[in-house]
């Protein structure tokens, strides 16, 4: 072995004994609009997603994760506070969201974010993407509600989503003011560029991983903004996937995702890494061909049908100070909101001490075999909104209805508001809803599909259950109060972010190598 070999060898394994002495580095990948059924290892038949499955043959895998929300925003908020969006005032369906980046609502910057945690324990924290949770709240620049202002040291992403206004046509985008990409509070490409998007992105990311490395304990939250339509992939995987752009679209996070675990051991400190992968909602059925699959889950996208809420979940941490099981498929349910309270849990920070309720539950004990993950073990009880009004609840293996989408396909689970509306997506506020009462009840562990609600006269099960349900329901309706709605409001024109007014029109400039 040559002197250099050896050296470099030497500075790996001193890199890694130092890694180890620290906290663990936690990675969080978020994809957006990404269904149930899109993973190689779900047993997609034509999408490829080589890195992320080996995340799930290497770490546990859960077939009953579940989002807190079945829209953005919401869903967001839940991930990084460990709370119900109905406590936060994140609380919308599609047609009452943060759309408009002149809105001057978002995320509370009083709530406890997921960073800030991290960031009282010494980390290093970067949000990497897409945010969606507000921008500007007083004036033009202010940043109330971005990153910086939830305990992340840097931010470069987009704040809202992809949307069709953001297409290039060979000229310009069609609606620029809507597509624009910062680092920190300043806007630097407006447009935002999508065609290199993803590669500037995961660059971002490796390069947080190579500085902090073995040096200083991060936080890397990477909120991808795909494969939410429309469409976008680097050039090296277009037209690749048999899926076609919907399929290309995942290579291309598939290969980010494998980028930034490849940095994690190239540093030494994969080791001492946990890493959570996910998705915001499910699959976008009415995109068709351009939105995803929630295989054999019923409803989609804005919906709290299974197929709405039920997504990719994977925990990856194979050091002995981690102790994340190997080649695990978990029947546990589990929620989004478990990320805040699993990584306290890790970082030996009582979430007890807070003073604000958490409704997330550590995964630690699931994930070291300490607890069963066998859902009709599970006595687990979640609770899913659309806006503040309460839609649906899960108790281990028993899904309860008070409200269904009014106007889904009962087959596709598509949306269809009737002659005249063109709402591409199933709202689900009043009037575009159903009541039930008695509630529906499902055993989604026998009928995942929802295909077969339990018989209130002749079923012996449904009784008990529906007793279960409303203790519940009364239990947990006691621990609300519910803020005013952080995301409803109007538009105030001079929050618009712009990088050069009025042409709100710039590029950013490249970065040295």
């Given at each position: 072995?040559?002197r ?11 890199a890694a ?18 269904g149930?059924?899109d ?92 945010w ?44 620029r ?25 995961t ?7 190579r500085e ?120 546990a ?9 699993t ?5 030996d920070f ?14 630690r ?15 687990r009880?979640l ?15 028993y ?29 689900c ?57 952080q ?7 001079a ?19």
């Amino acid at each position: 072995m040559s002197r250099t070999v050896a050296a470099a060898l030497l500075a790996l394994l001193a890199a890694a004994a130092l890694a180890a002495a620290q906290p663990p580095n936690v990675v969080v990948f978020l994809t957006d609009d990404q269904g149930y059924g899109d993973l190689g290892v779900a047993g997609h038949p034509t999408i490829r997603t080589p890195n992320i499955d080996q995340l799930a043959r290497e770490g546990t895998r859960f077939t009953q994760w579940l989002s807190a929300n079945a829209v953005c925003s919401p869903s967001r908020t839940a991930l990084l506070t460990g709370r119900l969006p109905v406590r936060t005032g994140m609380a919308g369906d599609f047609i009452q969201t943060l759309y408009s980046p002149a809105q001057p609502s978002g995320l509370d910057p009083a709530e406890f974010t997921l960073a800030e945690l991290a960031r009282e324990r010494g980390y290093a924290t970067a949000a990497v993407g897409k945010w969606h949770l507000g921008i500007n709240h007083r004036h033009n620049g202010d940043g109330y509600f971005l990153p910086r202002a939830h305990g992340f040291d840097r931010f470069y992403g987009m704040p809202l989503s992809n949307n069709p206004g953001c297409v290039w046509n060979g000229t310009d985008v069609a609606d620029r003011l809507m597509c624009f990409l910062m680092r920190d509070n300043e806007v630097v490409e407006q447009p935002a560029l999508l065609d290199t998007l993803s590669d500037r992105l995961t660059a971002e990311a490796v390069g947080f991983v190579r500085e902090h490395a073995g040096r200083r304990p991060f936080l890397l939250y990477y909120a991808f903004v795909q494969p939410h339509t429309p469409l976008f992939a680097a050039a090296r995987f277009r037209g690749l996937s048999a899926r076609g752009p919907y399929g290309d679209a995942l290579l291309d996070v598939d290969d980010s995702v494998g980028q930034v675990m490849a940095a994690l051991h190239e540093t030494g400190v994969a080791n001492n890494t946990l890493v959570f992968f996910t998705s915001d909602n499910g699959a976008w059925l009415e995109e068709g061909l351009n939105g995803g699959s929630n295989g054999l889950l019923r409803g989609g996208k804005s919906q709290t049908w299974e197929g709405g809420i039920r997504v990719p979940g994977i925990v990856w941490g194979p050091g002995p100070a981690l102790g994340v099981r190997a080649g695990r498929v978990s029947e546990a349910l589990v929620s989004t909101m478990d990320i805040f309270p699993t990584v306290a849990d890790y970082l030996d920070f009582p979430v007890d001490t807070l003073e604000r309720r958490i409704d997330g539950r550590s995964l630690r004990p699931i994930l070291t075999g300490a607890e069963s993950d066998d859902v009709s073990a599970n006595e687990r009880v979640l609770f899913h909104y659309c806006g503040f009004v309460l839609h649906s609840m899960r108790l281990g293996r028993y899904k309860a209805y008070f409200h269904t989408p009014r106007y889904t396909d009962p087959v596709t689970g598509t949306c269809n508001h009737g002659p005249g509306e063109d709402i591409h997506v199933c709202g689900c506020i009043a009037g575009l809803t159903t009541e039930h009462w008695p509630p529906l009840i499902y055993d989604v562990a026998r009928d995942p599909s929802e295909r077969h609600p339990l018989d209130p006269v002749t079923d012996p099960v449904y009784r008990d259950v529906l007793a279960e349900v409303l203790k519940e329901r009364t239990l947990h309706e006691r621990t609300l109060e519910t803020p005013r709605s952080q995301i409803a409001t109007p538009e105030i024109p001079a929050l618009q972010p712009c990088c050069n007014p009025p042409e709100c029109r710039c590029t950013e400039p490249p970065r040295a190598s």
